[in-house]
């Protein structure tokens, strides 16, 4: 196994392993060589949190994506035919992407690019950033291998942002968007003859020509991403808000409610599976001053689906019905609580952290992500197995659900106190005294 795979691996949950496994077999089961790239490569060699997986393929990406619903169960969740790729999430909540190796000509800036296979190499050298088009080698002669014809590994070593060329941002303005998220993303500086393509793409105005479509993409991005209201803010200061909505301004710009939404989701256990569906979320904290009509022409702007916008409005009253469930003095126990909280979607809780006036509920839910979760986590699945749970029974959830109860439910031990030595004096009067440093507040973690 190469160092790079040894890394990849670690920086991998279980189920994405899983699903690593799970694309390399089927890409050989197709003859097609396969290869990790794009966002998932940067964060692995940058140290960061892989969120995505993103895999390109010499040949049929759409077949293979078929193939791996066939295999594993995973669901395409959305397919571009002219660019050959396929967005899907597999079992375990994990999400992927699986793109053809391609070429992309732009007849003018902002249009729809002509797309032509290609190789790993010619797919690389047609991306935005150099960060974004390093490929690992995931087909088995050549397992491990990195590809980087454009040192995208030195760029992230330096911490600087790079096109890969000098039309990078002229062929599609939308890049714009990106190189101003990752810069905050990151933290990462700008190199010099980039952030001059930048000056020329908005000297021009070519900013208009980014069509709705790529508008929802980034915009489903600020979303997922873990700060977004300095992402807004960023967008805010070099006066791109506008090409979302013009009504995205001044007091109606609320940043301190996104800053409490980082907040908030700084609470969430580190690597622990907690599912959000973000975009409903950021949307509904975003507009909360808006007037009904502004909010319909930031649909309009970026073309947000149906089922995006029903998400949307219906996601505070659904916020205030479990707003009302957590009120209930009925919750006055633990594992009660945390039985409620388990099932409810992620977005909600975090909403109610932002927007809840009842300190009540936010307690419940600071508890539950500080103290239920993690207990309930450490219920390990032998020891379901030895008090008669069978994997994939009824009777399995069952007694995790006794064992997680009781974990919940038990006091917490108080050490022993200690007994004073007979040659201290004084030492029988404070015997009754608890020691100074036993009333220190725990510092949390969270």
Not at 74 to 90: G, N, P, S, V, Y
Not at 144 to 173: C, F, M, Q, S
Not at 241 to 246: H, K, T
Request: glycine share 6%.
């Amino acid at each position: 196994m190469s160092d790079y795979m040894f890394m990849l691996e670690s920086h991998l949950s279980p189920d994405q392993n899983r699903v690593l496994s799970e694309v390399q077999a089927a890409a050989a089961e197709a003859n097609m060589s396969v290869f990790l790239t794009g966002g998932a490569m940067r964060d692995m060699l940058g140290g960061f949190a892989i969120r995505d997986l993103d895999f390109t393929v010499e040949g049929s990406a759409l077949k293979l994506a078929r193939i791996l619903v066939r295999k594993t169960g995973a669901q395409i969740t959305f397919a571009d035919e002219r660019r050959k790729c396929a967005e899907m999430l597999f079992p375990g909540r994990v999400t992927a992407e699986i793109a053809m190796a391609r070429q992309e000509r732009y007849a003018k800036p902002g249009a729809q690019p002509q797309v032509s296979p290609a190789t790993i190499h010619e797919d690389l050298r047609r991306r935005d950033f150099t960060i974004n088009a390093v490929a690992l080698s995931l087909t088995r002669a050549s397992r491990g291998l990195l590809i980087d014809p454009t040192n995208g590994a030195g760029d992230l070593a330096h911490k600087e942002l790079r096109a890969v060329h000098n039309y990078t941002l002229y062929d599609d303005p939308a890049r714009i968007l990106r190189l101003v998220r990752f810069r905050v993303r990151l933290g990462f500086t700008v190199e010099e003859r980039t952030l001059q393509q930048y000056r020329n793409v908005r000297a021009e105005g070519l900013e208009r020509r980014i069509p709705a479509r790529r508008l929802l993409e980034e915009l489903r991005e600020i979303a997922e991403d873990p700060n977004p209201g300095e992402v807004v803010r960023a967008l805010d200061e070099e006066k791109l808000l506008p090409l979302f909505s013009p009504a995205l301004a001044g007091g109606k710009l609320n940043l301190a409610v996104l800053a409490r939404l980082h907040r908030a989701k700084l609470l969430i256990p580190y690597g622990m599976p907690f599912p959000v569906d973000n975009l409903p979320l950021f949307l509904a904290l975003l507009t909360e001053r808006l007037t009904s009509r502004e909010k319909a022409d930031l649909v309009g702007a970026v073309g947000l689906c149906a089922a995006d916008v029903s998400a949307w409005n219906k996601l505070e009253v659904r916020a205030k019905k479990l707003e009302r469930e957590l009120k209930s003095p009925k919750l006055h126990k633990p594992f009660q609580v945390y039985e409620a909280l388990s099932a409810t979607a992620g977005e909600l809780l975090l909403f109610l952290l932002v927007r809840s006036g009842f300190r009540l509920v936010q307690d419940r839910i600071r508890n539950y992500f500080q103290k239920y979760l993690p207990a309930a986590l450490e219920v390990t699945d032998q020891e379901v197995i030895a008090q008669g749970g069978e994997p994939g029974t009824a009777k399995f959830g069952q007694v995790k659900s006794k064992l997680i109860e009781a974990r919940l439910s038990a006091r917490p031990k108080r050490p022993a106190p200690e007994e004073p030595s007979a040659q201290e004096p004084g030492a029988e009067g404070q015997r009754g005294t608890r020691r100074l440093d036993a009333r220190q507040p725990k510092v949390s973690r969270a």
